[in-house]
């Protein structure tokens, strides 16, 4: 599976972004689809993330501002962000999570980049 993330890029403090991820390659049994991200000099976090059945979870820190939706036939998530603010720079990865049998694995994207100017 092959993630193609698009759509960051440097915003002022109250503004909006949208990011979008495409998946390709062997895409059956993708489950759920989200996004993660990571500041400099801190762990990958959660961002929001969704299930093919719809089910989604939120960082706290996003709740109200983000909305996560999907086209699970094309096999795209995106990411709605509004009212940004400076602590939401980070690198944005999209990630998926193939079934296997009884087994998952997880692929990634490459990030991009989302910048919050105050």
């Known amino acids: 599976v092959q993630l193609q993330a698009s759509g960051g890029g440097l915003v002022q403090a109250g503004g909006s972004l949208r990011l979008s991820c495409k998946a390709s390659?062997?895409?059956?049994?993708?489950?759920?689809m989200g996004w993660f991200r990571q500041a400099p000099g801190k762990d990958r976090d959660l961002v929001a993330t969704?299930?093919?059945?719809?089910?989604?979870n939120y960082a706290d820190s996003v709740k109200g501002r983000f909305t996560v939706s999907r086209d699970t036939a094309a096999h795209t998530v995106h990411l709605q962000m509004n009212a940004l603010r400076p602590e939401d720079t980070a690198v944005y990865y999209c990630?998926?999570?193939?079934?296997?049998?009884?087994?998952?694995?997880?692929?990634w994207g490459q990030g991009t980049q989302v910048t919050v100017s105050s």
């Open positions: 390659g062997s895409t059956f049994g993708l489950n759920v």
């Open positions: 969704m299930t093919s059945s719809g089910d989604t």
């Open positions: 990630t998926t999570e193939q079934r296997r049998g009884v087994a998952t694995k997880q692929y």
